[in-house]
């Protein structure tokens, strides 16, 4: 258990570090930044208390936001998808009661965990353009801006799981 | 009394959700206004002193485009110092009186230790703050052109508000004429912002100068801004004034911050006359 809380405390630290020192200054064609913190909502393990993902990613959300100065629109995204994570991980799996203590989410078949990834990533890609923006005669930046990004995101999280986790028997 | 609690109780984990979602809201929505000091911002000792940390390790990386800069820079002095060289010997005077001798502006050298270019919105992190006499609102500018404004200050750290932000307005002029506008940034790309309120008299041309108009405090005037790049002239009105930047935003290093010491009188002055 202590190695569990251990493991989740280390994540959540590089996750934001690398964040904010390497990410947020890649600037791919220009301008895509890769938003790699939402992987916390992913690898966060699944429990009945629901309360401590939301608690754990307003602070890494306020982290991230601190660095970039963006006031809280990171925080305001990483909430949301922390608090539908559920409901969209049911969806993706077609089924509404699993087992909690037991689940890890590298047991999806890559199809589905792939799904749930570029589901999650897109809302919150979505809502921290729609904030930054904060005017809807954008609209054409904040969708163009929600793909690519999106695109990145996905893939780099998508591949760094599965490099990065281990697969429970 | 009981229900309320089992009303909690129930909803417990939505209205925990509920909160922490108004809070960020509500910094965000904080972000958006000029006015207002943010809460959350990268100048506290944490983020700083990490930016301040890794900056001191990729340093090294723009150090051959920061000697350019500066010699280039030296050469500009150096000749505008030879060309005002040329006054008549007779009538050299030593300002010896203090008294009649203001220093307008001051300027500060600084680090940006941490930059941003590809947002919407955003701000750069400098590495001195209160303690080297930095305030809210002075402007930063290096030899190339205007950068921003400081908008948030710890101890050691500022925040400035890069002209690559929607709540950044600053007022320009033509160098050839004096006719005013304000430069704004529309989001595309970082080399080019954008002049709204050129009144239509105004002849302008793809290449004038643009610089700084010295209309409001912050900004001593003449400052280069950049050049005219293209524009439409549609129903007796300038639309769409894009113009190229002389700064690359996306390399700075080693800035100027000034310091105008006649700011509070010009204020004072111009907030007499709104209340009159």
New interface residues.
């Given amino acids: 258990m202590s190695k569990l809380i251990f493991r989740n405390i280390v994540r959540f630290i590089l996750l934001v570090?690398f964040q904010?020192?390497v990410f947020?200054h890649i600037?791919l064609f220009?301008?895509?930044?890769p938003f790699i913190y939402v992987s916390w909502v992913f690898l966060f393990p699944v429990r009945k208390s629901?309360?401590l993902l939301?608690?754990t990613s307003?602070f890494l959300?306020?982290l991230i936001?601190?660095?970039?100065?963006?006031?809280?629109?990171h925080?305001?995204a990483i909430?949301?998808i922390a608090?539908f994570r559920l409901p969209i991980l049911e969806m993706v799996m077609r089924k509404t009661d699993f087992d909690y203590v037991l689940f890890n989410i590298r047991n999806l078949t890559l199809n589905k965990l792939f799904l749930f990834i570029s589901i999650l990533t897109f809302i919150d890609t979505f809502i921290v353009?729609l904030?930054?923006?904060?005017?809807f005669s954008?609209i054409g930046?904040i969708i163009s801006n929600t793909i690519l990004t999106s695109i990145f995101t996905i893939l780099i999280s998508f591949f760094g799981i599965l490099l990065f986790t281990k697969k429970h028997k | 009394m009981q229900q309320l609690f089992y009303f909690i109780q129930k909803f417990?984990?939505f209205l925990?959700?509920l909160v922490?979602?108004i809070?960020?809201?509500?910094?965000?929505?904080?972000?958006?206004s000029y006015q207002q000091s943010?809460f959350?911002?990268?100048a506290?000792f944490?983020?700083g002193g990490?930016?301040n940390q890794?900056s001191s390790i990729s340093d090294f990386l723009n150090l051959k485009s920061e000697n350019k800069r500066l010699s280039e820079e030296n050469i500009r002095l150096k000749n505008w110092v030879e060309e005002n060289k040329q006054v008549d010997v007779n009538n050299i005077v030593a300002h010896i009186d203090t008294s009649k001798y203001h220093q307008k502006y001051q300027y500060i050298s600084a680090k940006i230790i941490?930059n941003?270019?590809?947002?919407?919105?955003n701000?750069l992190?400098l590495n001195k703050g209160v303690k080297q006499n930095l305030k809210i609102d002075l402007g930063v500018i290096n030899s190339k052109g205007v950068i921003g404004v400081i908008k948030n200050i710890s101890k050691n750290y500022a925040?400035v508000l890069s002209i690559l932000n929607?709540n950044s307005k600053i007022n320009v002029r033509l160098k050839k004429s004096f006719h005013y506008g304000t430069l704004v940034w529309n989001?595309?790309d970082?080399n080019i912002a954008q002049i709204t309120d050129i009144p239509r008299q105004a002849t302008i041309k793809v290449g004038d100068t643009i610089i700084t108009g010295g209309k409001s405090a912050i900004f001593p005037e003449g400052i280069n801004v950049g050049v005219i790049k293209d524009f439409k002239f549609e129903k007796n009105q300038y639309k769409e004034i894009n113009i190229s930047l002389f700064n690359d935003m996306?390399s700075l290093s080693y800035v100027q911050v000034i310091i105008n010491y006649q700011k509070n009188e010009q204020k004072g002055l111009e907030q007499n006359n709104l209340y009159e």
């Fill in positions: 570090l904010v020192l947020n600037n220009g301008y895509i930044n629901k309360s939301l608690l307003f959300g306020i936001d601190t660095f970039s100065d963006t006031g809280g629109i925080t305001a909430l949301i608090y353009f904030l930054d923006y904060f005017n954008d930046s | 417990r984990y925990l959700f922490l979602e809070i960020a809201l509500t910094l965000t929505i904080k972000n958006h943010k959350i911002n990268s506290n944490i983020s990490i930016y890794v941490n941003n270019y590809s947002k919407r919105n701000f992190t925040t929607s989001g595309k970082y996306s």
